[in-house]
């Protein structure tokens, strides 16, 4: 079974929220890789983020999506 880590995915999370192009299904996938590795120091700057371009609708729905695909499902 072949790993893929991500460099810095918070700071990837980041510059995808702040792009609007970017969807909320694409954050959620960045974010499954924060929660698979562990990288979570700057979680609340990531949710803070998704908060003020979305809702706390959309942080809901993006931190259960990205379980899911941390998760395999």
């Known amino acids: ?3 893929v880590e ?3 995915p918070q700071g990837l ?7 609007p192009k970017m969807t909320r299904d694409d ?6 890789f924060m929660l698979r590795q562990g990288e979570t120091d700057r979680v609340a700057e ?8 979305w809702s706390m ?4 729905y993006i931190k ?3 379980w899911k ?3 395999g499902r």
């Open 57 to 60: 609708a959309a942080l809901k």
């Open 46 to 53: 990531v949710n803070q983020a998704i908060l003020e371009r």
């Open 64 to 66: 259960t999506e990205a």
């Open 27 to 32: 954050v959620a996938l960045t974010y499954a």
């Open 1 to 3: 079974m072949t790993t």
């Open 69 to 71: 695909r941390a998760e």
């Open 13 to 19: 999370a980041l510059m995808e929220i702040a792009n």
């Open 6 to 8: 991500m460099v810095d």
